[in-house]
């Protein structure tokens, strides 16, 4: 009988100690949030970091494409302008901007993109010194 209640003793014993305490349980589960917070915040900041870069591409090729169409003209006097670049592009708005420089043979093309839709200002500038000539 002895031997018996030794062996229930052992079983009773190897049941307690085999699984997770729950603050073992508590632990593991505050380390997985603290690590899937950064990786969510990682991600926002991805998508924050691509808009961006869209935004710095789609611009500049917008805005070269405008200084070629300006530059293609005869005359710069008096070019002050704004639009926008139709149903291709609803959200992006362009202004240019022409004046004199301390050089009386040049003048300052300035073309700027905008995109109305980006929350934090979306404006692309691009700058040419040109010879009023030619």
Do not use: H
Not at 9 to 19: E, F, L, R, Y
Not at 98 to 103: A, G, L, N
Request: hydrophobic share 45%; charged share 25%; net charge positive.
């Amino acid at each position: 009988m002895n031997v018996s209640v030794c062996k229930e003793i052992k079983m009773a014993n190897k049941k307690k100690t085999s699984g997770f305490t729950l603050v073992e349980v508590l632990v593991a589960v505050a380390i997985l949030a603290i690590a899937l917070v950064a990786v969510f915040r990682l991600q926002s900041q991805s998508v924050s970091m691509a808009t961006d870069a869209r935004f710095t591409t789609s611009a500049a090729l917008l805005a070269q494409s405008k200084m070629a169409e300006v530059e293609s003209g005869k005359s710069f006097s008096g070019l002050n302008q704004e639009g926008n670049f139709g149903d291709d592009y609803p959200q992006y708005n362009w202004r240019v901007e022409v004046s004199d420089t301390k050089i009386a043979k040049f003048k300052k093309i300035e073309v700027t993109v905008f995109n109305k839709d980006m929350p934090r200002g979306g404006t692309y500038k691009l700058v040419l010194y040109k010879e009023a000539g030619g």
